[in-house]
Every structure is written in C-alpha cells, then in structure tokens.
C-alpha cells in the first residue's frame, strides 16, 4: 500500500503520503527519523527486507510494553517483585480463587526466592506448553493476563 510505484522499496514521500493515509499526524522530522531508523543500508530507500525487520521490532517493542504493564499490574507495591499475596490478589480478581499458588511460585520462581522478579515474569507468559495442575493453572492465568493486557502468550521466538 505504501509503495505505490511498484518499485519494490518505500521512498522518503511515499512513507510521508502512506503515513498520511491512515491517519498518522506525525511531523515530517518524526517521519524522517523512522525512514532513518528503517533503511539499514542508508540506501535512501527502505526496502522489503527492512521494512520487515522494522515491523517485527516494533510489534516486539509494543509486546514488552505490554508485558511491563501486565507485570506493574500484579506488582501492587512496586517493589520489582510479584509476592504470593500480590498473585492471590490478582486470582481473586481473575475468579481463580482455588489456585494452589506455592505450587505455581515454586515452578515459576526459577532463583527460589519465593517471589516473581520480571524475568521469570515474561519466561511464565510466554511459555505456551504445560501439563499437571499447576502447570494448567499457570496456563489458564497465562491466558487471562494475555487476553487482558493484549500479550500473545504463545510466542517464544523472541
């Protein structure tokens, strides 16, 4: 759509009148800066290739964001943790009331710490397989959170 020529790669102004057609109210610097950031090679131009890889940067940018957000969610205190208060908390709200959570912290809690810090945070949202009653559990909550904060929990490949 934005290649209009045909030519294979997006100008400078096709960028500009494609940004345009979809509503985008970004100023002709701010254009210029994404064109910068999207043609790689300095070729002036972006071309299939880069246009891709800029797409998947941002799509990943928008899915920590999200994770971030979903993680403060849970983080009541804001101490960099997600405690086991914190989590029955967020299975009350979730109508996961019968949740065997020492069980879910001990699988999710990789530095047994017994607390949540980030990295074990994201591993848990986006491991998609499980099986036993925790693990289910987990996935269930996996969902929930996904659904709600907009993370596709399956992906695994970032």
């Known amino acids: 759509m934005i290649d ?9 102004e096709e960028l500009k009148a494609g940004l345009k057609r979809v509503g985008s109210e ?4 701010e254009i210029k800066s994404l064109m910068d950031a999207a043609d790689i090679d300095n070729s002036g131009t972006i071309d299939y ?3 891709l890889a800029a797409t998947l940067h941002m799509n990943k940018m928008e899915r920590e964001e999200n ?16 405690t086991i208060d914190e989590l029955q908390s967020a299975c009350t709200e979730f109508g996961l009331c019968d949740t065997p959570l020492d069980d879910m912290i001990k699988e999710i809690d990789l530095d047994n710490d017994g607390k949540i810090d980030f990295s074990e945070f994201t591993a848990m949202m986006r ?5 036993g009653r925790s693990r289910t559990m987990m996935k269930n909550l996996n969902f929930n959170i996904a659904d709600a904060f907009g993370v596709d929990g399956e992906k695994s490949d970032d």
């Open 49 to 51: 290739g880069e246009f």
């Open 26 to 29: 970004l100023m002709e610097s």
């Open 127 to 131: 491991k998609g397989d499980g099986v």
């Open 67 to 82: 994770l971030v957000a979903a993680f403060s969610y849970f983080d009541k205190d804001g101490s960099g943790y997600i």
């Open 4 to 12: 209009t020529d045909n030519s294979g790669t997006i100008t400078f």
